[in-house]
């Protein structure tokens, strides 16, 4: 039965140059998630932060804030991840774009290859990604830089001079996003003891910033196959908004996967690579996967904040000590990371930022 289904021609995600079967998407035995999805339910107690009663930027001074800030920091230090809600993004506006990502991904093959990614750039549309050679992803991806431009020229290869809808959409979330990212920053910074403004200063340039859509179809064989093999995010912070249905999963410090339940209208936040050298390690990049599962489909989108390409990537002398936690990376310039990325297409492990890593 199980050969039977290996054998199952993948009409949805066969976009490259040959037809794929469900067995083309069979991982690496090593990396099989072995899911039952039933398990699923089961609970995780990852930190959920709100950030009710501290929108208005008069609270900055107020007691409720400070708590909240450090309890941002413990959260980044111990997992690298938390949740966010009543965060303040107009939900209309999360809806909206899940809408029209939705009807996006639900388009014949044919139309979504107008906006195909090309070989040497992973941006636009794609269908699974051959980058990851042998272990195929069993997702379609959309990725797409945050310059409005860019936006818009993507959705008029796609939809003609029909694209105002999706253009506006994907403008509008990415702009709520970069608002939301940029006040995480801010909190972190004040809850590890630095200038409001330390972080957000080097984010003046949106260059690199970017969303990736993910779209896992529901999957034959969720065992053996993965939305999302297990990588860090090289950014700065990643916002992630996703539906109700799950399947990300975050790598505990005991070698255990744990799964992220969603919560209605909330926001998964992670450390990404970068932030986590810029603070030596205090806050961490923690490595997480997709699994997929057999009845249902799921839509996350991950908004990956990145510097100015000209900003330095150095710890500040606060978040260090000669003896107790001395300097971990050379200081960067983010463009020098960013080639780093390029040249790898895949995120294996943290090896873009090794290549920073002061060895002793
Ligand atoms: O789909 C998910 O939950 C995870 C997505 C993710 O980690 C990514 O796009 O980097
Ligand atoms: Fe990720």
Redesign the pocket.
């Known amino acids: 039965m199980a050969l039977e289904i290996e054998e199952e021609h993948v009409e949805s995600l066969s976009s490259m140059d040959h037809d794929l079967c469900v067995k083309n998407f069979v991982w690496s035995k090593e990396e099989w998630p072995a899911i039952n999805y039933d398990e699923f339910a089961d609970g995780d107690d990852i930190p959920i932060i709100s950030l009710l009663g501290i929108l208005d930027e008069k609270k900055k001074k107020s007691q409720d804030y400070e708590i909240l800030c450090q309890a941002m920091v413990n959260a980044s230090s111990n997992w690298g991840f938390f949740k966010l809600v009543d965060h303040g993004v107009d939900l209309k506006v999360i809806e909206n774009v899940k809408l029209r990502w939705n009807e996006l991904f639900d388009l014949p093959m044919e139309q979504k290859l107008k906006g195909a990614r090309s070989a040497s750039l992973p941006l636009g549309y794609c269908a699974t990604n051959p980058d990851y050679g042998k272990n195929l992803p069993w997702a379609e991806i959309l990725q797409l830089l945050q310059s409005p431009q860019h936006v818009v020229a993507f959705a008029t290869k796609m939809f003609g001079d029909q694209h105002q809808p999706f253009s506006d959409a994907v403008i509008e979330c990415m702009h709520e996003l970069d608002k939301l990212g940029m006040r995480i920053f801010e909190m972190l910074a004040h809850g590890l003891g630095l200038e409001y403004n330390f972080f957000t200063k080097s984010f003046e340039e949106k260059e690199a910033t970017m969303i990736?859509v993910?779209r896992y179809l529901p999957c034959p064989l969720p065992e053996k196959c993965l939305?999302?093999g297990s990588?860090s995010?090289p950014h700065a912070l990643?916002i992630?908004l996703?539906d109700h249905v799950g399947?990300?999963q975050v790598l505990k410090t005991d070698h255990q996967w744990v799964e992220i339940r969603p919560i209605p209208n909330s926001f998964v936040i992670n450390i990404g690579d970068t932030l986590e050298a810029w603070t030596n390690g205090r806050l961490k990049s923690i490595v997480?996967r997709?699994v997929v599962n057999k009845e249902k489909q799921r839509l996350?989108a991950?908004y990956f904040i990145s510097p100015s390409s000209s900003a330095i990537i150095d710890c500040p002398p606060q978040l260090m000590d000669p003896n107790a936690n001395p300097r971990k990376y050379f200081p960067f310039k983010w463009e020098d990371f960013k080639k780093e990325l390029l040249v790898q297409k895949i995120i294996v492990g943290k090896t873009a930022l090794n290549r920073f890593l002061i060895s002793n």
């Open positions: 990736r993910n939305g999302l990588h995010d990643t992630l996703q399947g990300l997480h997709a996350s991950a």
